[in-house]
């Protein structure tokens, strides 16, 4: 059972950077791939990015390439989402999950591979 917890979202300016946490309990963290989903008013839920387990595997949504970056620290059992050069178009609430699947058995973007999902923590550009 993994318990995760998301932190970080707030309201940024368009341009701006923000840094969103992901925190899991657990002493297997790092046999867990974990991806950050979106989700804004009256739209699917979307992949935004992917980090296999020992972090040498990463997956990126076209709409975020070259401004986000997700990175793990497995000793604090954390997963992080660097986003740069911020749009309006990026305000959602952002959702960690993790799947124990292994990453070469699974597509990153794909919701339904993923067995544990956070609350979420909102993100607000303004432009």
């Known amino acids: 059972q993994v318990q995760l917890v998301e932190s970080g979202g707030g309201l940024v300016q368009a341009g701006g950077s923000l840094r969103l946490s992901c925190a899991a309990s657990?002493?297997?963290?790092?046999?867990?791939?974990v991806g950050w989903f979106r989700q804004a008013p009256g739209k699917d839920r979307e992949f935004v990015a992917a980090?296999?387990?020992?972090?040498?595997?990463?997956s990126y949504a076209d709409s975020v390439k070259g401004r986000f970056t997700i990175s793990r620290d497995n000793g604090k059992n954390t997963v992080y989402l660097q986003m740069n050069a911020l749009k309006s178009e990026d305000t959602a609430v952002y959702v960690c999950?993790?799947?124990?699947?292994?990453?070469?058995?699974?597509?990153?973007?794909?919701?339904?591979?993923?067995?544990?999902w956070g609350q979420g923590t909102q993100v607000t550009v303004s432009s």
């Open positions: 999950a993790a799947t124990a699947t292994s990453w070469y058995f699974m597509s990153p973007e794909g919701l339904r591979y993923y067995d544990y």
């Open positions: 657990g002493r297997t963290f790092s046999s867990y791939a």
């Open positions: 980090i296999s387990g020992n972090g040498v595997r990463t």
